[in-house]
């Protein structure tokens, strides 16, 4: 067991089988086990559930999951949580997102979200995002109808259950102090540019 911060992060001997499980499916796609779910593994059915919903969600679905983790960056950007800054930037380039687009959202938060290389839906997105995080009451009818011009109501849902789960996992991460999960040196070694 390591501690790191304010809660044991837990390491696959030390879980339940189910749990074990899920490091092991975490470290096959993502190439590491995230501290989260190492610190989460303290109530075994938290981490389980919150893989269930973030594969449901991140997943492609309505909206392509790489699109729901640069929301993702640009939401942990905006809260100020390093940890989701770097784990959804490796997500989002395990998961296919240009790199110009990723630079484009580390650079800087809204300006560069709205002069960059996205589309007008993707730019959308990152208006909602910037909304919401300030409060959920921001989006009045008229931000909401733009919302409908480009996305569908499907759409809609995914990325507001993805801008709601990124606010409040940084709340999580930064109130246990879990530290930043390491990139893998394999992530690394395949970036490009």
């Known amino acids: 067991m390591r501690v790191a911060g304010r809660i044991p992060m837990l390491e696959r001997e030390q879980v339940p089988p189910d749990v074990a499980n899920l490091y092991d499916a975490l470290l096959a796609t993502r190439g590491v086990v995230p501290n989260m779910f190492k610190a989460l593994a303290n109530a075994p059915a938290l981490a389980l559930g ?37 784990a959804h930037t490796l997500s989002a380039r395990q998961k296919g997102a240009a790199e110009e687009k990723i630079a484009a959202v580390l ?48 759409q809609i849902v995914e990325l507001f259950a993805t801008i709601g789960a990124f606010e409040m996992f940084p709340r999580l991460i930064e109130g246990l102090q879990i530290p930043t999960t390491p990139v893998p040196a394999e992530a690394l070694a395949g970036r490009k540019g």
């Open 50 to 86: 919150f893989a269930g919903l973030l594969k449901a969600m991140l997943s492609d679905g309505a909206l392509p999951g790489w699109y729901k983790e640069l929301i993702g960056i640009y939401v942990s950007r905006l809260s100020g949580c390093e940890y989701g800054v770097t």
């Open 107 to 154: 650079a800087n938060v809204l300006d560069e979200a709205e002069r960059g290389p996205f589309s007008e839906n993707e730019k959308a997105g990152f208006r909602a995002a910037e909304i919401l995080h300030h409060s959920p009451h921001g989006v009045d009818d008229a931000t909401f109808a733009a919302l409908q011009r480009v996305f569908n109501d499907a």
